[in-house]
């Protein structure tokens, strides 16, 4: 899933100081798990806005909205009867849903509500880890299911670095050191002969330093 937080409530008033009827549209996706985007948090920071301009002795006129994802031209098409009809639309999906919105609807102002972080998961109630980088080519078989690209602070492919002590990474004693955690799995399996095999390079073609990447199913395109 995405994980993403949402913005300061200062930052958000700063963006919408000059507007005094917003549209604030939520999504159903991977920001309502994570408890950001969805239609309880759309209610929530509605409240808020309404609440610190009236403390400014002014009103804030503010709708709500939640979609079923903002990242599909078929969901948002359901606002386009009703988008002009605001100074500006606060978008609380991740960085993707105010730029589908944007170029659907290039006449008016879309405005991030969340800062997109990671993809990740839950680990306990209420607190969700970066699991995965994005990189376009998965190699976690490699390492026991555990990807050292996004679970290391320095992406090393090939065993730990020096920094590495008591199990954890040197930037954090809170931060567990994913290499000691493969060869702890490689070990309890009897497989740590697995880390000396010679692996052929990664191919970083499909990674974000080659562009905007595009997925295509030629059996789906119309």
Known sequence: MIIADRKP????LEMI???DRILILGCK??????NVGGA???GILASALKIARKKEGRTLE???????????PEYIEQVKNEV???DAVISMACGVGPQFLSTAYPEQRFY???NTTSFGGAVQHGVWEERCAGCGQCVIHYFGGMCPIARCSKSLLNGPCGGSAGGKCEISKDVDCIWDMIVRKKTEQGRLEDLLDVKPPKSWDTARDGGP?????EELVQ
Request: charged share 35%.
């Open 40 to 42: 309880k948090e759309v």
């Open 29 to 34: 996706g991977c920001v309502t798990v994570c």
């Open 9 to 12: 409530l200062a930052e958000l």
């Open 62 to 72: 503010v709708d709500e909205r939640t979609l079923e994802r903002q990242c599909d």
């Open 213 to 217: 990447r595009r997925s295509v199913r």
């Open 112 to 114: 991030p509500a969340v």
């Open 84 to 86: 002009g009809d605001y």
């Open 17 to 19: 100081q000059d507007c």
